[in-house]
């Protein structure tokens, strides 16, 4: 008979110590060897883990009154603005927003040594930032001004949320074009000189839940370094299956994950601010996900290696700017981390941008939380949009006025 | 003798000068170029690394050529508290200094395949590679 166990039976084996939990690359060998049947049945739960730049990150802060007080019209946390249309002394302060000042572009490649994401980054690590903050005044907030400093431990609220997060699959971006460009990809050198790619391969939490069977609204995971929930799906969340023209299956596609936390309890090792060469700041943010083996079709799910995923090779230089439809083909996360492709019957050289050796660490420290009792697993209030759902991606198109 | 590194800078005049011909025959060294790079204007820098008994007359004998040669003060290092092992740098670095150590994909600085050419530097995503004087 078929294993089945609910998150309650999972979570009172955590609390008497004895949950048998595997790391999403463990599994794959023990799966090869057993089967999916008997895999299903030793093993409760398997971690994921992914460490990665992602830019829809920020942070909801709460600074408290100051004597007078003031209703924050524009705000600036180490010279990076934060939004304030919000409550009086709310600001959100996003990854990837520079200071007014940076030169951006105008200076290419440009460097952005420093953004809303070192921000954060700052307040994890405990350093002092300087607030500035104007405002037009009014009755009951007369200041029209401040410039103080304030630390993590200083402020009411500091909640991180990210409205889109770990990244189902990704591209495998190349430059079709004869001049080096830099993008959100890395720095991609002229006629296919090389390849970068973004995903965690068979470590990857939504590559290993690609039909959303247990990861929803509501589940509890390790966001960068302490913990977080997943809030609701992420912003251009298309959980769709890629196909090529042939109609073979390529696995799961662009999945995304809205995720939320108290950033006063995250360490600065597991959020990190981040900077790409003619692109812009960002955040580099650690996230691992608990998948609990309900039964044999999850742990079919999760015993997928980097040999049964493949990433879109999507020309950088032309085609993504533009909005071409199509890629070049698709390739394995395998052949991506053997060190080269070929595109186009070239070979190219390949480096990824999201830290493998990061999501195997990430997912080891899951597994130990949950080994020691210390992390239980919730049942989602509501489960996210899948395949199923058949959500096609819209676009914005200029209209005259 | 240990081979040491030197970085020699040229002018248009030295390009066409069998430079590192003379240094092997004449003065028995030991090359490893590790950079060579002419530009339009035809001024040349070269990163060596040499060994040899007679390292100081060769050092002579460029300097007599008009070969300004110094030894690499510059070193590259990598911050391993900042390093966050994504692998961005891997194939950017043109000396395979830094690549990924498979399957680990941990990613590794070797700094005596280290040409100082700071590609690294302005490419790494957290500023973890850096230039020490």
Known sequence: ?401 | MSPKKIILRFDANVSDKPIIYRLVKDYDLVINILKANVNPSKEGTMVLEISGEKYNEGLEYLKKQGVRAQPLAEEVFRNENKCTVCGACTDICPSGALYLERPSMEVKFDSDNCIVCQACVKVCPVRAMEVRF
């Open chain 1, 1 to 401: 008979m078929s294993i089945e166990r609910t998150y309650a039976e999972i979570n009172k084996k955590i609390q008497n110590g004895k949950a048998v939990v595997l790391t999403a690359e463990e599994v794959i060998s023990l799966v090869r060897e057993k089967g999916i049947a008997e895999a299903a049945r030793q093993v409760d739960v398997v971690t994921t883990g992914t460490f990665a730049p992602m830019c829809s990150s920020g942070v909801f802060l709460n600074f408290g009154h100051s004597k007078p007080k003031i209703k924050m019209q524009r705000v600036w946390l180490n010279g990076v603005p934060a939004y304030t249309g919000i409550a009086a002394v709310d600001a959100y302060l996003g990854a990837t927003e520079v200071p007014e000042d940076d030169p951006c572009n105008s200076n290419y490649p440009g460097e952005f040594r420093y953004g809303g994401g070192h921000v954060i980054h700052d307040l994890l690590a405990g350093k002092k930032i300087k607030l500035e903050a104007t405002s037009y005044g009014t009755d009951c907030y007369p200041r029209r001004e401040l410039e103080t400093y304030i630390t993590l431990g200083d402020i009411n609220e500091a909640t991180l949320f990210n409205p889109r997060n770990a990244y189902q699959n990704y591209n495998c971006a190349v430059n079709l074009g004869n001049r080096t460009i830099y993008t959100y990809m890395g720095v991609l050198k002229p006629d296919l000189g090389n390849a970068h790619y973004c995903s965690a391969g068979q470590l990857s939490p939504l590559l290993n839940d690609p039909y959303f069977l247990t990861i929803g609204m509501g589940t509890r995971i390790f966001l960068g370094g302490g913990t977080g929930y997943v809030a609701w799906h992420g912003t251009q969340h298309f959980p769709g299956i890629q196909k090529d023209n042939q109609g073979n299956n390529y696995g799961p596609a662009g999945g995304t994950l809205a995720v939320i936390g108290d950033l006063k309890q995250m360490k600065p090792e597991w959020l990190v601010g981040t900077s790409y060469l003619g692109y812009g700041a960002t955040l580099t943010v650690g996230i691992g996900i608990p998948i609990p083996i309900l039964n044999e079709e999850v742990m079919r799910c999760v015993s997928v290696s980097d040999r049964d995923l493949y990433a879109p090779i999507v020309d950088y230089s032309e085609a993504y700017g533009q909005r071409i439809p199509g890629n070049l083909g698709y390739v394995s996360y395998a052949e991506l981390k053997s060190g080269k492709i070929t595109v186009n019957g070239k070979e190219v050289p390949t480096a990824p941008l999201s830290s493998y050796p990061k999501a195997r660490q990430i997912a080891g420290i899951l597994k130990e939380w949950i080994q020691k009792g210390e992390f239980l697993l919730t049942e989602p209030v509501k489960l996210l949009p899948s395949y199923k759902d058949g959500i096609a991606a819209s676009t914005l198109e200029i209209k005259g006025i």
